[in-house]
């Protein structure tokens, strides 16, 4: 293994952890919106608690569950981007080099649900939001920028991979 290989691979490795400490992060939070949503549903019809969270800020029952319910829509589809993600990194340490175009087609669609998640998460939230009468505060944040350059990175692996295949064959 070529020095930078070596390099790119302990990127890859540290790539790959973090993806998987994000991916837990996610998955807790998932689970506690939809614990969070529940309990505003369960509890919606008791006067004291929901007098309790009248009294607490300027959101009304209503609204808070539309929190909730857009933020378990965040959550999910985070959930399913980094799942991708932390697929793709264990993938690739298996077969030990990005360099191949099964790799360079993975990253691609990588780069992909990095531009439609945020786009489709933006949507759905936004009529969330409206149906709940909430101030609708998703943002798309890096995931289109951070896309491109995934997509366009794909192309230098496929590049990298079609070297390798001449490689082997001469």
Request: aromatic share 6%; with cysteine; hydrophobic share 55%.
């Amino acid at each position: 293994m070529s020095k930078n290989l070596a390099v790119v691979q302990k990127i890859s490795k540290v790539l790959g952890i973090i993806s998987k400490v994000l991916l837990i992060m996610t998955i807790v939070g998932t689970v506690l919106s939809i614990a969070a949503l529940v309990t505003m549903v369960v509890f919606s019809n008791n006067p004291e608690f929901v007098e309790t969270i009248a009294s607490s800020g300027n959101y009304n029952m209503k609204q808070i569950i539309g929190v909730c319910v857009v933020a378990v829509i965040v959550c999910f589809v985070h959930l399913i981007v980094l799942k991708a993600h932390r697929n793709y990194f264990i993938m690739e340490q298996e077969v030990g080099t990005p360099f191949t175009s099964e790799g360079a087609k993975a990253f691609r669609t990588l780069g992909i649900m990095n531009i439609a998640a945020p786009l489709i998460s933006v949507i759905v939230t936004a009529i969330a939001a409206a149906v709940f009468g909430i101030e609708d505060k998703v943002h798309m944040d890096a995931g289109i920028g951070m896309g491109i350059a995934m997509i366009l990175l794909s192309y230098v692996l496929a590049y990298g991979a079609e070297l390798e295949e001449k490689k082997k064959t001469e």
